[in-house]
């Protein structure tokens, strides 16, 4: 069954994803363009390391093209938000081969509208009612290919100080990651001529035999190397590119919303004007930075598509999500892992102090601290997993603590005060529950976690 989820269309490579099914979501993405923009709309493609990837873009782009599209290829490995970038300045939609940070053995497509953004439910759904149609063969042509790198790091120069970054005292680690970053990341700092080791700098399917994610279960070798002394800031972006990952001098991994906390206050202090964007899963260390600098919070469900979206209809200064997404007021509504990494080194250079410094400052400055976990429950089916949110939908209390605010926007969000929250979510893939925790204090996120699981007793 193709069905597109938080980001695209993504199944395992000659199971689901096969010539006969990227035939069927090729011909509907082209079906829907037709009838949106019609055929004059150009539609670039890109790809990212994985198996296949290139064979299967140069399949879709010969499908359309012989259909009469002005179809431009890129003309080697490409991130998404690269690409994304270039639909943008060129007025173009979109189509990337990449299956994120999944497995090798996932491949997947992704739809990116005109707006640079991820396509909207409301848009992937009309692409799934076009399955089954078939465009016939009009003015075939040939497809272009192109370099898709210039538009963007022209556009880069333009948003990031590297000059800052060349003044950073920190030494700096790039870990290719086998991933689609390599041959962008590290051509910007060497055109800048900045200083940079590197870890894993070619293009692996296979991802050396690990996941392409940028956590530090995948960058064991990164965080080696940061602790056996040679002390610097680590960075690496997952497969395609989107997402990022930073350790800091230390060896310590520094989660997404850490960062993106460090950049609104960082923006800020640059000039920035407007709201920021999260989501529901998003840490409260953002909302409470946020409410000290003046900044008002959009909160959303769920997914980049979500947050890409409120940053189109919004003045905002930056959004991003827990999973390692952002983007910032002036690039596109789409996730950027190679903007963010770059930012942050800006950030951290301009600061004249350590990243982990900077970490312990943003704390200092929220007054707290919070701590993390997750909980996975595996169900049977749906159905048990929607009695399991109706009843916390309706709970008043969890164990001690009193709840203050239900927030329905993406499963069931249940805030315990202004420094206490659970946030109860199906997973989008399987039949599981997602329980993620958070609070201000360690004995705190063990008592809640105990209180919560005793009441899920009542559904085993």
């Not at 960082?266 to 409260?284: A, C, P």
């Not at 959303?300 to 209809?313: D, I, L, P, S």
């Not at 929250?421 to 609070?439: A, D, Q």
Request: aromatic share 10%; with cysteine; charged share 25%.
């Amino acid at each position: 069954m193709i069905k597109f989820g938080t980001d695209g269309w993504r199944a395992i490579l000659g199971n689901e994803f096969t010539d006969e099914n990227v035939s069927k979501v090729t011909l509907a993405i082209g079906a829907y363009v037709l009838e949106t923009f019609g055929r004059e709309k150009e539609i670039i493609i890109g790809y990212d390391p994985r198996h296949k990837a290139d064979y299967y873009a140069k399949y879709c782009a010969k499908i359309l093209s012989q259909r009469g599209f002005n179809i431009v290829l890129s003309d080697r490995i490409v991130p998404t938000p690269v690409l994304a970038y270039n639909a943008l300045e060129r007025n173009a939609c979109a189509i990337m081969f990449t299956a994120s940070h999944n497995p090798p053995e996932y491949l997947g497509m992704k739809f990116i509208p005109d707006y640079a953004g991820p396509a909207t439910s409301e848009i992937t759904d009309k692409i799934i009612k076009e399955l089954d149609k078939e465009i016939p063969l009009f003015g075939s042509k040939n497809y272009k290919t192109e370099d898709f790198s210039i538009a963007y790091f022209n556009h880069l120069n333009n948003i990031i100080d590297f000059e800052k970054i060349k003044n950073l005292k920190s030494k700096i680690i790039y870990d290719g990651l086998y991933s689609a970053s390599i041959g962008f990341f590290d051509k910007l700092l060497k055109d800048h001529e900045i200083n940079f080791d590197t870890l894993h700098m070619f293009h692996d399917p296979d991802f050396g035999g690990l996941m392409p994610d940028p956590k530090p279960k995948y960058l064991q070798d990164l965080i080696k190397n940061i602790k056996d002394g040679n002390i610097a800031i680590g960075i690496a972006n997952d497969g395609d590119a989107d997402r990022f990952g930073v350790i800091d001098e230390n060896g310590n991994y520094v989660l997404p919303d850490v960062i993106i906390s460090i950049l609104l206050k960082y923006l800020i202090k640059k000039g920035y004007t407007g709201s920021v964007v999260k989501t529901v899963g998003s840490s409260i260390l953002i909302d409470i930075v946020a409410q000290k600098l003046g900044v008002n919070v959009i909160e959303t469900a769920v997914g980049f598509k979500h947050v890409g979206q409120a940053m189109r209809e919004n003045d905002v200064i930056i959004g991003g999500e827990d999973s390692g997404g952002l983007s910032i007021k002036g690039h596109i509504p789409e996730k950027d892992g190679l903007l963010a990494n770059l930012l942050l080194l800006e950030a951290v250079a301009d600061s004249g102090k350590t990243l982990a410094e900077l970490h312990n400052e943003i704390y200092e400055f929220a007054g707290t601290k919070f701590y993390t976990d997750r909980k996975d429950i595996h169900k049977t089916n749906s159905e048990e997993i929607n009695k399991i949110l109706d009843s916390f939908k309706k709970y008043s209390d969890i164990g001690e603590y009193k709840i203050t605010e239900t927030n329905l926007k993406d499963g069931v969000k249940l805030m315990l005060g202004n420094s206490k929250k659970i946030l109860v979510r199906p997973s989008g893939t399987e039949p599981l529950l997602r329980i993620y925790f958070e609070t201000d204090t360690i004995e705190d996120l063990a008592k809640l976690e105990n209180s919560t699981l005793d009441l899920l007793k009542d559904f085993v």
